[in-house]
């Protein structure tokens, strides 16, 4: 059953180093080919994905992201984006009024669904090019900003950036949670005694994987990070800023 | 460029008809296996899948989809959640109030980047092994329903369901936006004229394929589809569910 493609998949590992070394028109050509390839929820296409070019521009965004190095240098920075901004167009010009449509949170999380599925695509592409990825979360510590620097109009949100290029440093890979944990039959995992069971051993298995990789320094458990990270909520300005961006408001 | 991963990409279409003939438990958890791999924001892997092989669950799901066939016979479906329901019991465990994190639109964001990059890890997986699949939004239609039938707890929310299986029926695929309408670089396209004429090239594009496909009969366009489609609001429950479930709050 395992093919290149799988085997491609199985061996995902993000890439935070990058060579000095673009990416060509025509690998990003093929990239937002790929991208587009996706499926779309009935058809509407409700993403748009801003390549970053200019070298400014790189380091503006990297700042914000906490001076993330995968963004300031890479082969390529995609910026992929919940778009239903062409929508708000094509009411305009079609004489239709989509405004209650397009300011749901079903028409939200549609454009969200959108962008992450064509970003996906774009990752196993460039991965099986032998280019390295990294997805940057990072941009989310300041939407306004990157929303000012990138001209994004409204219902138009930016979500996350996709770093491509030819690996510098390869990563190891972190093992996963335990598949049962993550996939039920039929319906969700019943039994708390189980489920807590499935953490716990988890909880080793991580713990395993940091003492290896630090020489025994590092002893985190997957939960207690979890847990750390968790109690202090990040962005919290997102609600609103979502809702002026005139998405998600009812 | 091109390899087999490429080439599988660019190739897909959905498949709505699937022969009666099910999935191996080695496919299955393969597919799984290759979710699991995708990027997940901050390694928080706030994602579940609900395998469903009871056939009269299909059948009930497929009722809520108004009658889809290809959630009622497939080889296998795959129900994909955001799920912080795991991060709930995290917080419990480490005894650390997450409650305000796990209830932001940021972490609902994240929840739902995380189980589509996962979605979209199973469905090229699965196109790469000559199967087909078949995004399922239809869910959505009776979000109450799907929880009470997959005994759904709390900060977990069904996105859509990923029906797999051996292709019946191959349907053409569909025609995207032009590259240079949804990718811009640098910034967001800022001249409505070119804007529009992206869009009105793509309506003829849309409205040759449907005319060659019908024999004349239908002539669409995309931004009459897209219009029509808008401006009648769907799933307007949504906003109120998700934060009954305990997501996308503040």
Known sequence: MINETIECILAHRTVRDFEDRLLSKEQIELLVHCAQAASTSSFVQAYSIIGVTDTD?????????????????NG????????????????ELEGKDVAVSLESTEKFMVSVIDATLAAQNTAIAAESMGLGICYVGGLRNDLKKVCELLK???????????????????????????????????????????????????NEEIQDYYAKRTGGERADTWTGQMAKMLAHPQRLYMHDFVEKQGLNKH
């Open 57 to 73: 521009q790189k380091k503006k965004l990297s700042e914000i992201t906490g001076n993330q190095a995968s963004v300031a240098k």
């Open 76 to 91: 390529h920075l995609f910026v992929f984006c919940a778009d239903l901004h062409r929508h708000d167009v094509i009411g």
């Open 152 to 202: 994004i109009p409204d219902k138009v949100l930016p979500l996350f950036a996709v770093a491509v290029g030819y690996p510098a440093t390869i990563n190891e890979q972190k093992p996963r949670l335990p598949l049962e944990h993550v996939y039920h039959e039929d319906c969700y995992e019943q039994d708390q005694a189980v489920y807590k069971e499935q953490l716990q051993q988890y």
